[in-house]
């Protein structure tokens, strides 16, 4: 099993609409949880990071379920400029290094 | 944004050649990354060096050599490269301490191997 899985889609959804990514993890001593944000041929950005309580940051929602080992990423009303990859990062029990998953392409038309 | 740098950007050698990509981060960070980024697979961690010093090499090929001469200069040494070698080079760094997981990451050199 992958140690950060992610489906890597494309997501294609119109504007306005809501998409929500899973991404599993295999440790389950894991400790933190990042979703970055990648555009097309550049670098990755921190989005959010994602708490045991869930957090939220305007249009956008992070999750963890650790009983299933999955964090989500919830997208509400989609703008264009929301299409980008979404990369999961998991800190493994060590704590000293991330581990990325594959990303998840979300594509948002007209 | 100027907080990570790397040069080239984009670089096409033959397996014969040696060439070093070089990275620089202008945070005050003492922690700094060489990731691999290939289609369809996830960011490799390379190398990892904190406070100058080599901390993780997680069984890079030697045709990678790092080089960290201080804590904002990152330099990737490639020599007798294979086509498969191919990918984005990303540098990241970070401020250990605060945790290391807000890591900021570089655009990335574009590296073809003929």
């Known amino acids: 099993r992958k140690e950060v899985e992610q489906d890597p889609g494309p997501f294609n959804v119109p504007e306005g609409a809501t998409v929500a990514f899973n991404c599993t993890y295999s440790?389950?001593?894991?400790?933190?949880f990042f979703w970055y944000r990648q555009d097309c041929r550049k670098e990755p950005k921190l989005l959010m990071s994602?708490?045991?309580s869930g957090n939220e940051d305007g249009r956008f929602t992070a999750q963890l379920n650790r009983a299933s080992q999955y964090i989500s990423l919830l997208i509400r009303d989609s703008k264009l400029s929301d299409s980008a990859t979404y990369l999961c990062a998991v800190i493994q029990s060590s704590g000293d290094k991330l581990t990325f998953g594959t990303g998840t392409r979300l594509a948002v038309r007209p | 944004e100027t907080g990570v740098t790397q040069t080239p950007r984009h670089l096409v050698m033959g397996m014969t050649n040696k060439k070093s990509l070089k990275c620089e981060q202008h945070l005050g960070h003492n922690a700094m990354y060489w990731y691999k980024q290939s289609a369809k697979k996830p960011l490799e961690l390379m190398f990892v060096?904190?406070?100058?010093?080599?901390?993780e090499n997680n069984s890079v090929p030697s045709r990678f050599s790092p080089e960290c001469p201080n804590s904002s200069h990152l330099f990737l040494h490639l020599h007798t490269l294979q086509p498969e070698d191919s990918a984005l080079y990303l540098c990241?760094?970070?401020?250990?301490?605060?945790?290391?997981?807000?890591?900021?990451f570089g655009p990335g050199t574009r590296l073809t191997v003929l």
């Open positions: 440790n389950s001593a894991s400790q933190s």
């Open positions: 990241a760094s970070s401020q250990e301490g605060r945790g290391q997981w807000e890591q900021f």
């Open positions: 994602v708490y045991s």
């Open positions: 060096y904190n406070f100058k010093e080599q901390t």
